[in-house]
């Protein structure tokens, strides 16, 4: 997105502004301060709880005025409930995307009235984004490939030749293919390392329990696990516990586990040494991240206040500010960090750092598995 974009979107703004002055709802009628728009869909389960709770537990620590729109899982919703941001004027949107491709034309629309849109968790695929805060599904792929590689000679260090089970999410996802790609690309370019089998989990226990039991039985235990879900990776553990073959670290018999996302059950199983460990993400940054750009590019210079593609985003380039919620001291950790910004459909991906979850830090309150367990 270039300059011009940047100059047409102030342009745009004032004139949109002036042109809308008179819908019903227009925010821009009084001096009570900026308005920002939140369109997210929402999901149960404590993962979801810690982002959206950290989003709005910082727009009130930051005094930031967030009128917050819901979807029940709906594209038709999503689409209305952006438009109706534009409609009031607000300053800028924060979007947890549910149609990745079915929203662009509403972010279009608000980009066209110069409306910046921050995506957050869950991207759009329109160019017209101005910044998607998230970890890479890919990167933390290849992390839990690294992992497990290191995890299992630690285990077994007597070993040459490891044997590995994929569990795999389901082929209609693409997190599916995002999150195994890398593994698989750092588990073949290992020597002494072969995935055997893949298996599909469905992103759901029971379906885990049932594929991984099925095959262990059919094929004899493997060496090591990897699963790209939490769900998956409880299934993976429930399977082990059925068939006698849950034996912690420091066992010859030891089963090398990996998983992606690790709320409170996955960090017990990582502190008993069932679990080895887990690749987290720093869900709880992602929204006060955008938020902080997001008033930036409002109150600045535009598109001029966000970071470009290239950079390295460090903790001291980058201050979300602690502060008690939930009985800890919230973001006084900057796990998030560093961050690269890379390019992604056309916009800027400020592409958090994932977080490693073993026996060495299970208990610390970072974790969002920890603070909303």
């Not at 790209?228 to 082990?240: D, F, I, P, T, Y």
């Not at 955008?290 to 380039?317: F, K, N, S």
Request: glycine letters at 8%; one cysteine or more; proline letters at 3%.
């Amino acid at each position: 997105m270039d300059s011009n974009a940047i100059d047409r979107r102030k342009f745009v703004k004032g004139a949109t502004a002036a042109g809308l002055a008179g819908i019903a709802g227009c925010l821009g009628d009084d001096d009570e301060g900026t308005t920002y728009g939140f369109s997210t869909y929402y999901q149960g389960g404590a993962w979801n709880t810690a982002f959206l709770e950290a989003i709005e537990f910082y727009a009130e620590d930051m005094g930031m005025d967030l009128d917050e729109w819901g979807n029940d899982e709906d594209q038709d919703e999503e689409l209305q409930n952006l438009q109706q941001g534009i409609e009031m004027g607000v300053e800028a949107i924060l979007l947890n995307t549910w149609g990745s491709e079915s929203v662009n034309p509403a972010i279009e629309q608000a980009d066209e009235a110069g409306i910046p849109v921050f995506t957050v968790n869950v991207d759009a695929t329109t160019e017209a984004v101005a910044m998607y805060v998230a970890f890479s599904n890919e990167a933390a792929g290849e992390m839990a490939g690294e992992e497990l590689i290191e995890r299992a000679r630690e285990n077994h260090p007597d070993q040459d030749n490891f044997e590995v089970l994929e569990v795999f999410g389901a082929p209609e996802q693409e997190i599916s293919d995002q999150r195994s790609e890398l593994f698989v690309e750092t588990l073949e370019a290992e020597d002494g390392f072969e995935i055997v089998d893949t298996v599909e989990g469905e992103f759901l226990r029971d379906s885990t329990l049932q594929a991984v039991e099925e095959w262990i039985n059919a094929n004899g235990a493997p060496d090591a696990i990897y699963t790209s879900q939490v769900e998956m990776g409880l299934g993976a553990v429930a399977a082990l516990e059925n068939l006698d073959l849950d034996y912690p670290k420091g066992e010859d018999d030891h089963i090398t586990l990996v998983t992606l996302d690790a709320d409170a059950e996955v960090i017990e199983y990582v502190d008993e040494g069932i679990i080895d460990a887990a690749v987290d993400q720093p869900n709880y940054f992602y929204g006060p991240i955008a938020l902080e750009y997001m008033q930036r590019y409002v109150e600045g210079d535009g598109m001029d206040e966000l970071p470009e593609i290239g950079d390295t985003i460090t903790e001291d380039d980058l201050e979300i500010p602690s502060s008690e919620h939930m009985g800890v001291e919230l973001w006084a950790e900057p796990i998030w960090a560093p961050a690269e910004i890379i390019e992604k459909d056309g916009h800027i991906h400020f592409q958090t750092s994932p977080v490693l979850v073993d026996d060495t830090n299970a208990n610390e309150d970072f974790h969002w598995g920890n603070i909303w367990g």
